[in-house]
Nanobody
Framework: QVQLVESGGGLVQAGGSLRLSCAAS????????MGWYRQAPGKQRELVAC???????NYADSVKGRFTISRDNAKNTVYLQMNSLKPEDTAVYYC???????????????WGQGTQVTVSS
């Protein structure tokens, strides 16, 4: 059974930084693509960034140049470094393993608890 545990969220002022972590178990981590999603109040969950098993990355336009996704296969962990945070980045952040179909990425696992990120202005 796949288990995903997110951590690292918190309250930060605009312009600040946070690093999120997602520990995965129950999967052959090195072989799967991973993604970070976020859901703000009243909005749909959106894909923020993803990283393939080979280390190729993709980002939503809203976070390009500010967020960096990375992975440590030895630790079965994927990270999201978030810099220059803005109030509109406030959301619950989730990780999941993903699959690309055509031009889109799809989450394959169950959602964890997520980690809250709040950016104050």
């Amino acid at each position: 059974q796949v288990q995903l545990v997110e951590s690292g969220g918190g309250l930060v002022q605009a312009g600040g930084s946070l690093r999120l972590s997602c520990a995965a178990s129950g999967v052959i981590f090195s072989r799967i693509a991973m993604g970070w999603y976020r859901q703000a109040p009243g909005k749909q969950r959106e894909l923020v960034a993803c990283i393939t098993s080979g280390g190729n990355t993709n980002y939503a336009d809203s976070v390009k140049g500010r967020f960096t996704i990375s992975r440590d296969n030895a630790k079965n962990t994927v990270y999201l470094q978030m810099n220059s945070l803005k109030p509109e980045d406030t959301a619950v952040y989730y990780c999941n393993y993903v699959e690309r179909r055509g031009r889109s990425w799809y989450a394959l696992g169950s959602w964890g608890q997520g980690t809250q990120v709040t950016v104050s202005s």
